[in-house]
C-alpha cells in the first residue's frame, strides 16, 4: 500500500485582508472507496493535523458499478461529521454517472447522497454555496461537468460557456472556488473567474518520472499538463490531487498519494 503523504500550498488574495487569519481548506479527491485504516484513521490523522477550517472534496470518493463501492466512503464522512467541520462534497465523474444514469445505478447516488445529507454534507450539484470568512465573501460552485468529457482516447472541444450556463457570472468581490473534477480545462476555468480551481481525476499520471511528471491519464492521453500539485495562470490557482485511491489500474509508481492543504493568506 502507497504511503499517504500531505502537501500544503500557500497562495495569496487582495480579496481578504492581510491581518486577518488565513482561510485554510483541505481537499480530498478520488478516495475511490479506499480505506486508510480502522475507520478511515491514518486519513483522519492527517486531517485533525492541518485543523482547516473546511473540507472540499473534488469528486470520485465513490466507484460507479453495478453494486458501487461507497462504503468506505461514507465512513469517512461519518468521522468527518463528528469533527464539526464544514464538508462539501462535489460530484466527479462516477457520481455524475450514478445520478445521471438511473436506468444502469439504480437509486445508488440517492442513497448515497441522502446518507451524505444526513450527516451534514452539502452536495452542490450545479450550484453555489455562499459563506464568508472574515471579511471575505466565499462562494463555492460545484461543477458538474458533461459527461463526455471523460470518454477514453478523446478529448472533448470545450469552453467556459457551459460554466456560464450552469453555474451563472460569479459576483464581483467574491473569492471564488470551483470544484471541478477534471484539470484539462484549467484556462477555460481562469477565464469564467475561478480564484482557486479545486481538482483531481487524473491520477497523478498513474507512472511518474523524474522531472518529467505523470504518463498517462483515465482517458489514455500521455503527459498530461495538469497532473498533481499547484497552478498558477493570471493570477488565478488550481490545486490537482493525484487522489486518495486507485481503480481499473490499481498501482501507482514514483506517485503517492496525496491530502493536499490549500492556505489562503489576505492581501487586501
Known sequence: MARLETRIYEIRTNKLRKEERPFCILLLADLHDRLWGKRQQQLLEE???????MV????DMVLAKEHAGMEHAVLLFEELSKRKLTVIAGNGNHESRMRQRPECYGTQYGYYSGRLKELGVIIPENETCRMSHGSMPVHIHGYEMPLDCYRKFFVKSYNEKDLYTKLGRPEEG??????????????SYVRWGADLTLAGHLHGGIIRFPGIGGLITPQARLFPKYDRGLYEKHGKYMAVSPGLGEHTIPFRICNP???IGVRIKGTG
Open 56 to 59: 472540499l472534496c473534488a469528486g
Open 174 to 187: 467574491a473569492f471564488h472556488i470551483l470544484l471541478a473534477h477534471n484539470p484539462v480545462y484549467f484556462s
Open 257 to 259: 498519494p496525496w491530502l
Open 47 to 53: 486531517v485533525d493535523r492541518f485543523s482547516a477550517d
